[in-house]
């Protein structure tokens, strides 16, 4: 049997009512009530009613093998292909010149695929709304940058092993998102919408960036995935001048007590334990006055995509220990796993910390020593959810 869907969401959808597991709670009744009457239309096609579609399907179709497929195809047929490709250019080569021959072949096809960042954005806007599901799937379109490159060995320089990739080249061709169980096949259409900004990262701001035919959508700025239609009505923050590694932004946005914004920006430079100058790239702009954490983080991102993390100085700043709002730029989940009884997953994209602790948490950020979801957790520990050193 194959199914076609019209996004990886009602994929997703259709590969787990086949299967016979149970979706999520935050699947919303309109996704599902859609998803459900594609399939059930689709499974008529192959002589199977609705009321059916349940034991009779399952019994048809028996597992679903997705998982198996991707360690086949991923695991063993690209391991095999890679060593061979290794040799074939190795022998064809001046030793000297291997490196540059792959790198030509890289950048020969690199251009012509969909990006990792199409691919990434869309799993975690689905992971979003109905778990891992696309985990058992395989990528389809997602993966023409690797497939491209193998085909081109494979016509090229001879490398035969490709051939085993010659079905999964032509799916690639004309889907999306597809999940293979024994009997039977989902396969999802590609994407009606793409948009980019001018250094080709998903971005729109006047509707999503990535959009299906049945209304499924990423919303995007400048790279940065968002969980909705994103509205900026500040200016942008010019990160150009100010070193991505060593200097924090922090914002500040309450403007009721000057005296009180000084001694913030007196800790935030505070020599660290080392003795060493701490700088931070401090914005202290009334056109912030007001603004939310999700308002700063836009027109962060806009000039700084890598930023992992902005950090404001609100009203609860200016008062008692002038703690600060550390806001995480992405809006993925910070992690899956139980940190004792706080589930790291619900930690939210926000926790408060004094003002010594920004150098120290940025820089690890930004080096990709440590991720949000450490700090937050060591913030919830604490009986007033607030980071100290």
Not at 220 to 227: N, T
């Amino acid at each position: 049997m194959i199914v076609w869907l019209d996004s990886p969401l009602a994929g997703a959808i259709g590969a787990r009512m086949l299967a016979g597991t149970e979706l999520p709670s935050r699947v919303g009744t309109q996704l599902w009530g859609q998803a459900r009457a594609q399939i059930e239309a689709q499974l008529r096609v192959w002589g199977v009613a609705g009321t059916e579609a349940g034991g009779h399907v399952r019994a048809r179709i028996r597992d679903q093998v997705g998982q198996q497929v991707r360690s086949q195809v991923w695991s063993q047929t690209l391991a095999r292909l890679q060593n061979q490709a290794r040799e074939q250019v190795r022998n064809q080569s001046d030793p000297f010149d291997e490196y540059q021959v792959w790198a030509q072949i890289y950048d020969r096809v690199h251009s012509q695929g969909v990006r990792l960042e199409v691919r990434d954005a869309v799993r975690a806007q689905v992971r979003d709304q109905i778990g891992a599901e696309l985990e058992r799937s395989v990528a389809g379109q997602h993966d023409l940058e690797i497939l491209a490159m193998y085909d081109y060995l494979r016509t090229h320089w001879s490398v035969t092993e490709g051939d085993r990739l010659a079905g999964v080249m032509r799916v690639a061709q004309s889907a999306g998102r597809w999940w293979p169980f024994e009997n039977a096949v989902i396969l999802t259409e590609r994407p009606t919408v793409l948009r980019r900004d001018d250094q080709g990262r998903l971005h729109c701001d006047s509707g999503p960036a990535v959009a299906y035919a049945d209304g499924f959508a990423v919303w995007a700025w400048h790279g940065v995935r968002l969980p909705q239609r994103p509205v900026k009505t500040r200016p942008t923050i010019d990160r150009t001048s100010h070193h991505f590694e060593a200097e924090a932004l922090v914002v500040r946005t309450d403007y009721s007590d000057d005296a009180a914004w000084r001694a913030v920006v007196d800790l935030l430079h505070q020599p660290d334990e080392g003795g060493f100058e701490v700088r931070a790239h401090i914005v202290d702009d009334p056109a912030f006055a007001g603004a939310g954490p999700d308002e700063v983080m836009l027109c962060a991102v806009a000039s700084d995509p890598m930023l992992e993390a902005v950090f404001l100085a609100d009203a609860t700043t200016m008062r008692e220990e002038r703690s600060l709002l550390a806001v995480s730029t992405r809006f993925e989940a910070l992690d899956d796993e139980d940190e004792g009884d706080i589930v790291s997953e619900e930690l939210g994209r926000q926790f408060r910390l004094l003002p010594q602790c920004v150098h120290l948490m940025h820089v690890n950020l930004a080096i990709g020593r440590s991720d949000f979801w450490e700090f937050a957790y060591e913030a919830a520990c604490t009986p007033d959810k607030t980071l100290r050193l």
